[in-house]
């Protein structure tokens, strides 16, 4: 069965809008500068690894670009949880993992701090 061309569906194409930050750029700035504006403790070693702590004390995220343990196991971004209720948790991220993932993985934590 042979069908005109004006009686199929048209092509929709979404707008080409740049996605560069799908391949990570192994950069933290993404990460560290939401933490920053939340009013996080962060501290950064003599290593280049950089440490944050929530203002509650519940919430640790650590940037291990430097961190030999963190790289035998293919990470370089620990979030360790410890809730008021129930057992403590851990998310790790890989190198290959963009800083704007891991930071809206954080931003949709912190949005919902009562889950």
Not at 17 to 41: I, N, Q, T
Not at 91 to 105: C, D, I, K, N, W
Request: net charge negative.
């Amino acid at each position: 069965m042979n069908a005109s061309a004006t009686l199929l569906p048209a092509v929709v194409r979404p707008a080409v809008e740049e996605r560069s930050w799908l391949s990570s750029d192994h950069c933290a700035g993404p990460v560290l500068d939401l933490l920053d504006a939340l009013g996080w403790a962060i501290v950064d070693t003599p290593e280049a690894n950089v440490h944050a702590t929530s203002p509650d004390g519940r919430v640790y995220v650590g940037w291990l670009p430097e961190d030999t343990a963190a790289w035998k196991r293919g990470i370089v971004w620990q979030v360790r949880v410890q809730p008021t209720e129930g057992e403590p948790w851990v998310q790790e991220f890989g190198l290959y993992t963009p800083s704007e993932a891991v930071a809206g993985f954080l931003a949709a934590l912190i949005a919902t701090p009562s889950r």
